[in-house]
């Protein structure tokens, strides 16, 4: 009789154009919230990340799959997974291979036309509204690296053992990015090139800092280009993703849309025909290959379960009606002369988006959660400490409630002002990528109008080297507005009790310092070794720490030293050698980095005379 049934019912259905599906394993609670997660950023309404499998979610793979022009069903198929990006290897609502990794997830780019709209229009709406949305809360993410056999390193640390080495830096848009990779890949042609530049370079120091950035398994970078002219419109991060195999998450944090950036800017302002021609060929741009996105990273050699791209409430600064209302006095014809209109265009940046974090979840077996988040951050330049401190406090309110370990990284602009010090040499180099435009212009616009312009729009207190952005805040007498964001750390605590580690101990660090955050963060006999600089078209040179490595392992008590030292910070160090090893800087920032050892360490010899520390590791598996 059942059989009877069954086949009327498959006839009815064959006439009737119905299809019985086959049926299929339900797909896991954590299939469906990345299912939900990418329909949600690619612009169509899956609901809430709950991981149930109902009609919203349903109705929006169905609107997905029409406009794909994949077979309109509501349910997960194989070709339907691999176009969200969610693993190609599911079978009907299964996901096998696709396994607990995304493989690959990427939002739609936007177009020419697109860039070009938004960069004239001062609302979005329809389905450039939707793209827009969703490229600025959708991160990118691969786990290609895994999926071909790449494994951390786990470093064998003196003193610590087994460990986990990671590394926060600000590449400066990658402007540098073959140097970067050569730097990794080969080591001795990088010190041979150091040689080259500077007879007399610490090669032993440099080939320390090496083994550190090359025996890291997590990387936080800033500042890194995707599509852009200044940076020969590569992928920043899928190169480095390739030659260091290493998986990878990228958050959008601005899309570039200034008439430099998109190469429609005019130069009216201009009555030498022959320099403005000259300068317009220098911004003209291919149209094809410009994506113009600038962002975040989080490289890893541990799988990434999870990534999340939140930008913050509190923007501090509006990048596109700021910077248009700056622009507007040019706009409307006021004459100030061609130069001095040319170093204000570039001192603007028009940009969409915001400052944002990139919360990353790797999988870290080592660990007894076995799960690590890394929030990789970068708070905002124009604005006020007190707009940082809440962007802070935003990013701590996502925090609260995840119960293993975290690291918050990145370039948290420490600068005690509302503005981040550069000079219009910088602005130039940054905005154009061209060392060899510089080199040509530079007797112009480092005089005369150049260095009138450095001093009006880029003066800041230079005098602050080598200082202390977490020491108390004294008004008058030693003004650090600052301060508030770091007692906001120290005072925070997750929902299980635990803390920041805020400790510095002279035998966990690279040069026997103390005083608050020494472990996590390298301290000198002035405040914390430097990780910003500039110079200015007088020579002037400013140094600042701007760059941070927070962590909260197993601690209750930020400062308590007879606490756990499991996961804690160990041996900070800031790694100025190899940034300035070649002829060109590699970046305007120098990386830093920190050691989280699996396991108890042992008590530590005593460094209190200073000498600086190399906890070496076991690299014959890197290369040399």
Not at 233 to 240: A, N
Not at 290 to 310: F, N
Request: charged letters at 25%.
């Amino acid at each position: 009789m059942r059989l009877i049934t069954l086949v009327v019912l498959t006839v009815v259905s064959c006439v009737l154009g119905l299809g019985l599906a086959p049926t299929a394993p339900a797909a896991s609670s954590e299939d469906i919230r990345k299912v939900q997660q990418s329909l949600n950023g690619k612009g169509y309404d899956a609901g809430p990340v709950d991981g149930v499998l109902g009609s919203r979610t349903r109705a929006a793979l169905r609107q997905y799959q029409a406009s794909e022009k994949l077979a309109v069903t509501g349910r997960l198929d194989a070709e339907t997974a691999g176009k969200l990006g969610v693993g190609s290897e599911s079978i009907g609502d299964s996901f096998k291979g696709a396994g607990k990794y995304v493989r690959l997830q990427q939002p739609a780019m936007l177009t020419y036309n697109d860039l070009l709209a938004l960069g004239t229009s001062d609302k979005t709406s329809g389905v450039l509204g939707k793209k827009l949305h969703a490229i600025m809360t959708t991160p990118f993410l691969s786990n290609e690296a895994y999926y071909q056999g790449a494994k951390p390193h786990r470093p064998k640390l003196n003193q610590l053992g087994s460990s986990l080495r990671l590394v926060a830096w600000n590449i400066e848009r990658g402007l540098e990015l073959d140097s970067i990779k050569l730097l990794f890949a080969n080591t001795e042609k990088f010190l041979q090139q150091a040689e080259l530049h500077e007879q007399k370079a610490d090669i032993a120091q440099m080939r320390q800092d090496i083994e550190v950035l090359k025996s890291a398994d997590v990387l936080v970078l800033n500042e890194v280009d995707w599509g852009l002219k200044r940076t020969g419109y590569r992928s920043v991060v899928r190169e480095l993703g390739d030659a260091l195999k290493m998986n990878w998450a990228y958050g959008v944090e601005f899309i570039e849309v200034d008439p430099i950036s998109l190469g429609t800017e005019k130069l009216e302002e201009w009555e030498n025909e022959a320099e403005r021609q000259r300068l317009l060929a220098e911004i003209q741009v291919d149209r094809k290959q410009l994506r113009a996105l600038h962002g975040t990273v989080v490289l890893s050699r541990y799988p990434i379960l999870e990534a999340r791209l939140k930008p913050f409430p509190t923007a501090g600064y509006d990048w596109y009606a700021g910077e248009k209302k700056s622009l507007d006095p040019l706009e409307k014809g006021m004459r100030i002369g061609a130069e001095a209109a040319f170093l204000e265009k570039i001192s603007r940046q028009i940009r969409r988006g915001g400052r944002t974090s990139l919360i990353v979840t790797l999988d870290v077996p080592d660990l007894k959660e076995k799960r690590l988040t890394v929030a990789a951050t970068h708070l905002e330049s124009n604005a006020s400490p007190k707009s940082r401190r809440e962007q802070m406090e935003e990013l701590l309110l996502l925090l609260g409630d995840i119960h293993n370990p975290v690291i918050i990284a990145g370039d948290l602009n420490t600068t005690r002002s509302n503005s981040s010090p550069t000079s219009i040499k910088k602005q130039i180099y940054q905005r154009l990528g061209s060392a060899e435009f510089w080199a040509m212009t530079g007797a112009k616009y480092a005089t005369g109008v150049g260095l009138l312009f450095d001093v009006a729009k880029f003066s800041v207190n230079t005098a602050m080297n080598q200082d202390d952005p977490t020491a108390r805040n004294i008004p008058l007498v030693g003004p650090n507005p600052e301060a508030h964001m770091f007692s906001l750390l120290e005072e925070f605590r997750f929902r299980d009790g635990f803390a920041f580690d805020f400790r510095g101990d002279e035998d966990r660090t690279i040069n026997g310092t103390q005083g608050t955050l020494a472990n996590s963060n390298q301290r000198d006999s002035m405040g914390f070794a430097t990780t910003y600089e500039f110079q200015r078209a007088v020579g002037i040179v400013g140094k600042m720490k701007l760059d941070w490595i927070l962590v909260r392992a197993y601690l209750r008590d930020p400062h308590d030293d007879e606490g756990p030292y499991r996961f804690a910070p160990h041996f900070a160090r800031s790694m100025a050698s190899v940034n300035y090893a070649l002829a060109a800087r590699l970046s305007d920032h120098n990386p830093i980095s920190v050691d989280l050892p699996f396991e108890e360490p042992t008590r530590l010899k005593s460094n209190k005379a200073g000498k600086q520390l190399t906890p070496s590791s076991d690299l014959s598996r890197l290369g040399r």
